[in-house]
């Protein structure tokens, strides 16, 4: 599908949903997210940024602010990867698509079994808030930590770290 430059084109829902290039909060929160994360990477993933990911039973193909996927898939010449490959995607909302990562994405990730969704939501009526998401079981997920910038998020296995957001703008 041919995109206009600076847009990204996902199907949520089996809709084509285009949105135009993130804010320079959202970019500023998703780059320091995956510089934090690289320590804890472990041998033989990665984080990466632009990936579009299947989400199966859902007719959709999301494209995670970040996910951290296994290098190989990386280099396996197949254009999209199933999300459920995935041990961790991160969104970021920004306001013209909070609602889709609170709703569409979330049920969307569960399903696919993709073991941890941490969702940055940047713009929700009662301030900034963080949840970390895990433990997807028939495609609904448990809420594993919730707490709002300025928290360091406390990542389970396999990445067994917290993610310094003191510094993410509100």
Do not use: C
Not at 21 to 32: R, Y
Not at 138 to 152: A, E, H, I, R
């Amino acid at each position: 599908m041919d995109v206009p430059p600076g847009w990204k084109a996902e199907i949520i829902e089996g809709s084509i949903v285009m949105s135009p290039a993130p804010s320079k909060p959202h970019t500023f929160i998703a780059t320091k997210l995956q510089w934090r994360l690289h320590p804890a990477i472990p041998d033989g993933w990665d984080v990466y940024q632009n990936v579009d990911v299947r989400i199966p039973l859902r007719s959709g193909v999301f494209q995670p602010d970040l996910v951290v996927l296994p290098e190989a898939l990386m280099l396996d010449g197949v254009p999209e990867t199933q999300a459920g490959d995935a041990a961790l995607v991160v969104e970021v909302t920004s306001p013209g698509n909070a609602s889709r990562d609170r709703v569409e994405k979330l049920a969307g990730y569960a399903r696919a079994g993709v073991p941890l969704y941490l969702l940055v939501d940047r713009v929700p009526p009662m301030g900034p808030v963080i949840t970390l998401f895990g433990e997807p079981q028939g495609g609904v997920y448990q809420t594993l930590w919730t707490g709002k910038f300025g928290d360091p998020i406390p990542l389970p296995a396999p990445f067994e770290t917290s993610l310094d957001t003191s510094d993410f703008p509100g």
